[in-house]
């Protein structure tokens, strides 16, 4: 399978109510949450549904183990750390994204949070044409 990063760019005002529960359910609740999930057609017709609201791209695995390392979280908004994983049983990052792209493990089940609150992209949303990497990679560069 091949993993997605959605990215919410739009805010929470005048949002319809159907919309706004396929963004809940793809963990998407506020402006620049970021989340990746599996791909599927269920996933698919999600982010048509809600695609005024979010931008999303096939995410490359050495993107999504760099997005882990920096930006997880685990409960109480604690940073995901190699010792936390060792104690759930993962040895590393990279097998914990394996095994989340093979449907293995699940997130919340971990104690994973299974969005990342990101910082706004430096220099801005462009006006252009841009895809999610574009956008993630620029949020990343933020540093916060």
Not at 10 to 19: F, L, Q, W
Request: with cysteine; net charge positive; charged share 30%.
């Amino acid at each position: 399978m091949t993993l997605l990063i959605v990215i919410r760019v739009k805010g929470t005002i005048n949002v319809r109510s159907d919309i706004r529960k396929t963004l809940e359910l793809l963990h998407l609740k506020r402006k620049f949450n970021a989340t990746i999930l599996r791909d599927s057609p269920v996933v698919r017709g999600m982010l048509q549904k809600a695609k005024d609201y979010i931008v999303w791209h096939e995410l490359p695995y050495e993107k999504a183990v760099e997005l882990f390392k920096k930006k997880g979280k685990v409960n109480g908004m604690r940073a995901l750390t190699l010792e936390y994983l060792n104690l759930k049983g993962i040895n590393d990052f990279e097998t914990l994204v394996k095994q989340f792209d093979d449907g293995k493990i699940n997130l919340k089940k971990l104690g994973i949070k299974p969005f990342f609150c990101m910082p706004p992209p430096k220099k801005g949303i462009p006006r252009s044409k841009y895809t999610a990497l574009d956008l993630l990679e620029r949020m990343m560069q933020n540093g916060n």
